[in-house]
């Protein structure tokens, strides 16, 4: 099962929005409304942002938003913030009890 | 507050065996299913393996089957995960990561334990 296609890098200055693309296929994104997005700041653990496509976390701002169309999904951060400079990975239930990440989008705050 | 906290971390040669722990609190252990997710240096997130709430069922990536065995101990809320016939690609930092209660959201991760394969 190949992973998820994420762009490497994006950036924004403060205030503005950003949006990360995440691209599998019928199998994975396009098949199930199990697509999660998780931030990392260096050297931490990943943390929950979005799950199931739309759906934020208690205690995660409404800055950030998540959607979904055919086999893509987007991460769209607005009001861009300085702690928001992190990696951000997709993920996707797969089928068959597997699930697959993105490579993973370094944000930087310009 | 929930938590995840790994051991059993360290450096082995390759060919050979380890065995990770994760001992939770926080949460009602036997209700979840829980996984382990890994990271090599450097690189990006790849999920390793999920067992049930009972421990009933277990699933693995393609990459760590025959290999790598999950488990878990719900008198002790704790979790493991035996590697065996370890490979240079198997370094990584491996999460314990609790699943929500659909199992494939990832809804709370431990720290993580170094697992370093090399001779």
């Known amino acids: 099962q190949a992973g998820l296609t994420q762009p490497p890098f994006a950036s924004g200055s403060p205030g503005q929005s950003v949006t990360i693309s995440c691209t599998g296929t019928?199998?994975?994104?396009?098949?199930?409304?199990?697509v999660s997005w998780y931030q990392q700041h260096p050297g931490k653990a990943p943390k929950l942002m979005i799950f199931?496509?739309?759906k934020r976390p208690s205690g995660v701002p409404d800055r950030f938003s998540g959607s979904k169309s055919g086999n893509t999904a987007s991460l769209t951060v607005s009001g861009l913030q300085a702690e928001d400079e992190a990696d951000y990975y997709c993920?996707?239930?797969?089928?068959?009890?597997?699930?697959?990440f993105g490579g993973g989008t370094k944000v930087t705050v310009l | 507050q929930v938590q995840l906290v790994e051991s059993g971390g360290g450096v082995v040669q390759p060919g050979g065996s380890l065995r990770l722990s994760c001992v939770a609190s926080?949460?009602?252990?036997?209700?979840?299913?829980l996984h382990w997710v890994r990271q090599a240096p450097g690189e990006g997130l790849e999920w390793v393996a999920v067992?049930?709430?009972?421990?009933?069922?277990?699933f693995y990536a393609a990459s760590v089957k025959g290999r790598f065995t999950i488990s878990r101990d719900n008198s002790k809320n704790t979790l493991y995960l035996q590697m065996n016939s370890l490979r240079v690609d198997d370094t990584a930092t491996y999460y314990c990561?609790?699943?929500?209660?659909?199992?494939?959201?990832?809804?709370?991760w431990g720290q993580g334990a170094l697992v370093t394969v090399s001779s």
């Open positions: 990561v609790k699943g929500d209660t659909l199992w494939w959201t990832f809804d709370y």
């Open positions: 067992i049930s709430s009972a421990g009933s069922d277990k």
């Open positions: 199931e496509v739309t």
């Open positions: 993920s996707s239930f797969a089928g068959n009890n597997n699930l697959v």
């Open positions: 019928s199998s994975d994104i396009g098949g199930y409304n199990y």
């Open positions: 926080g949460f009602t252990f036997s209700y979840y299913g």
